[in-house]
């Protein structure tokens, strides 16, 4: 059964970090690449950021270059999204999303609350 897992969400300060991880299971992990999305109350869902298959490729939304950073460790299956100087525009319900060829698998989601 595919499961993705995100966790480390929380109530942060402005300026603060935070880091997220996603678990992932029941699929070739290493064979995916792996999207954050993050969706804000009232707002649509946005691509946060994505990471190739074997890490050595990023990519970033404006709103977040230079203070997110994507990682993955292969070996545990996870991906985690570094989040430092946050704002409180980051407060979101944050996804991880799993995708190779036609296979989307998602997560549930951790909501990040940035407020002082």
């Known amino acids: 059964q595919v499961q993705l897992v995100e966790s480390g969400g929380g109530l942060v300060q402005p300026g603060r970090s935070l880091r997220l991880s996603c678990a992932a299971s029941?699929?070739?992990?290493?064979?995916?690449?792996m999207n954050w999305f993050r969706q804000a109350p009232g707002k649509e869902r946005e691509l946060v950021g994505y990471i190739g298959p074997s890490g050595r490729y990023t990519k970033y939304a404006d709103s977040v270059k230079g203070r997110f950073t994507i990682s993955r460790d292969n070996a545990k299956n996870t991906v985690y999204l570094q989040m430092d100087s946050l704002k409180p525009d980051d407060t979101a319900v944050y996804y991880c999303n799993a995708i190779y060829a036609a296979m989307n698998y998602w997560g549930k989601g951790t909501l990040v609350t940035v407020s002082s």
């Open positions: 029941g699929f070739t992990f290493s064979s995916y690449g």
